[in-house]
């Protein structure tokens, strides 16, 4: 399929400046390739490090879930609910920022806020909960903080994604569209600047030989 | 005491015990699916309280309920076929699920729940029944109301010298405390009305779970790096392992040496205290759910040692011990029907039953 041709004036001047657009397209692309490629590495940095939280936030919360069983099995189900409904439920909050990451783009950053932990007494009753139910909310409690690490992890995954999208969409741009549009224009005015240079060539042969013919009958009347 | 005060209850007594569910038996339900432990269930002492609650849906809940429902109704036939202290000494025990229940009501009317809700998590134990909750939960609807109708009652006295406390700070534990320091001091009160031999027997089987209980908070308050401070006053009333022993324990940097501070305390009493502190210092480095479960079991041991130990016919220790034995027999149950519905395996669940030492 050929590219589309831009409407220019097909002159040389025009010739000489589609010519530079192309380099500078051309090193506009080498330039979003090379960022594209340093944003692939950080994305599978960032992949790494995500893999690495969920597999460990896995692990706890199966063993979470697990103590949680145990509490049930050792103190009843319905005791277990119980002590669920009434406990009163842990806030957390979480502060977004952003921050500047790689290639100067900026991530969403979340933090979470810790607060006062009351010393002084359990969450649970001492008399009747199972320790196993402290033991399953004191490890969730250890791993919020990798839970939101988590999140704003996946959000810097999601915006690094967007990025990267944008540059290989304005990479194949330039690559598929803009180059072979500019190519495609510049072998047009190469080929219409040659038919004029033919045609010129032609008409100045023709001049010559109309001159020479004019100059060869002028000579013969001076001659008689 | 004299024998003739366990004329009537011994034979009853004889006869649930021998409706106890053989552990081998149990032992075979343990990975087995719900409809097979079901039609276990509905061969066994339990089947009419199964039938009656389950009907055709065989629910872990519903299960449960039936265990509860059946131990209420052996509960109540002991009640009934017991007199003097005996029956005293009973009542007192019976008031561990009293406390239970009303904890229960307390927590879940904090927590704002409807009386159906909170009627679902009372067990049918105590005389703090069903019906009894929803009578008083139809008339008041706050702590404080509660409180009020529980004035002329068993422990409306305890409860209210410790309710300004919890208006204060909205904080359940000294209301839930001062319930069970005065059901444990109850039971140890009626103790002291019983006959020597008996007094001695009783002290020791009931004896250890409070011991248990109080070793247990100060292993939760250690293992959950929460205040000392205030832990004395959240302590049960004591029996063999008094203040001072608790108080030099509280005071060890760490799990380790509370367990074996309390072990040095316990060289000179009772063989099962020795035992059950022995293997806890051996266990120290477990999680402490592990220890949690050595202490829960102490009781169970203490009733066995105790079975053992005085042949003679009629003693006090035969119906607390089976007490202790059915109490046991339905947390393994609940346990193994927890367990299927929750599909964990075979090894963990036999870990978690209250299973006599050595089996």
Request: proline letters at 3%; a neutral charge.
């Amino acid at each position: 399929m050929s590219a589309e041709r831009l409407e220019v004036h097909p002159t040389r001047l025009e010739l000489l400046a589609l010519k530079r657009r192309k380099t500078l397209a051309e090193g506009i692309a080498d330039i979003l390739q090379k960022d594209l490629e340093v944003l692939i590495i950080s994305l599978v940095k960032y992949r790494e490090r995500a893999t690495f939280l969920r597999t460990q936030l896995y692990d706890v919360l199966l063993r979470s879930y697990s103590q949680f069983i145990e509490a049930e099995m050792v103190s009843g189900s319905l005791k277990v609910k119980e002590l669920a409904v009434t406990t009163t439920p842990k806030d957390f909050k979480v502060e977004t920022s952003s921050s500047t990451g790689v290639l100067g783009i900026q991530f969403p950053s979340l933090k979470l806020i810790k607060q006062e932990v009351s010393k002084h007494k359990p969450r649970l009753s001492l008399f009747d909960a199972p320790i196993q139910l402290e033991e399953a909310a004191s490890k969730i409690n250890d791993v919020i903080d990798a839970i939101v690490e988590l999140a704003s992890l996946l959000a810097a995954i999601r915006e690094l994604l967007e990025v990267i999208s944008l540059k290989r969409r304005q990479i194949n741009r330039i690559r598929f569209k803009i180059v072979p549009q500019l190519d495609s224009t510049i072998d047009y005015i190469e080929y219409i600047l040659e038919e004029i240079e033919q045609q010129d060539a032609i008409r100045v042969r023709v001049l010559q030989r109309k001159r020479k013919e004019r100059s060869e009958k002028s000579d013969e009347t001076s001659s008689l | 005491m004299k024998p003739a005060r366990y004329s009537t209850i011994m034979p009853r007594i004889a006869l649930e015990s021998l409706k106890l569910i053989d552990i081998d038996e149990l032992i075979r339900l343990v990975g087995k699916n719900l409809e097979e432990i079901f039609s276990f269930l509905v061969n066994t002492t339990y089947s009419e309280e199964i039938v009656s609650t389950c009907g055709d849906v065989v629910e872990p809940g519903l299960l449960e309920e039936a265990l509860f429902q059946n131990f209420a109704k052996t509960f109540n036939n002991l009640l009934k076929n017991s007199s003097g202290y005996i029956n005293n000494l009973l009542m007192s025990v019976l008031h561990k699920f009293d406390a239970l229940n009303l904890k229960t009501m307390f927590r879940m009317v904090q927590a704002g729940m409807d009386v159906e809700d909170i009627l679902q998590h009372i067990i049918p134990l105590g005389t703090y029944d069903r019906i009894k909750c929803q009578a008083i939960l139809l008339k008041a609807n706050t702590i404080s109301a509660i409180l009020g109708s529980l004035q002329e009652q068993d422990f409306g006295f305890f409860l209210k010298q410790k309710f300004n406390f919890q208006i204060r700070f909205g904080d359940l534990t000294p209301l839930e405390t001062a319930l069970d320091k005065a059901v444990f001091k109850g039971i140890l009160d009626e103790i002291k009305n019983l006959n020597r031999k008996d007094k001695k027997i009783a002290t020791n089987i009931m004896g250890i779970e409070i011991d248990t209980i109080n070793v247990k908070i100060i292993l939760k308050f250690k293992a959950l790096m929460t205040n000392l401070d205030n832990i004395k006053e959240n302590l049960m009333p004591v029996a063999l392992i008094d203040e001072s022993i608790l108080e030099s324990a509280i005071k060890e940097a760490d799990i380790k040496s509370t367990l074996q501070r309390l072990s040095r305390s316990v060289e000179t009493k009772h063989q099962v205290y020795r035992n059950v502190f022995a293997k806890l210092v051996k266990e120290s480095d477990s999680p402490i759910s592990r220890l949690e479960f050595i202490l829960e079991k102490a009781p169970l041991e203490m009733s066995f040692f105790e079975l053992k130990k005085d042949m003679r016919y009629y003693n006090i220790g035969y119906i607390l011990s089976f007490l202790n034995m059915k109490w046991a027999e339905i947390k393994n149950l609940r346990c193994v029907i927890n367990a299927m519905a929750r599909n964990v395996d075979s090894d963990k669940t036999l870990d978690l039953l209250f299973l006599p030492e050595n089996y």
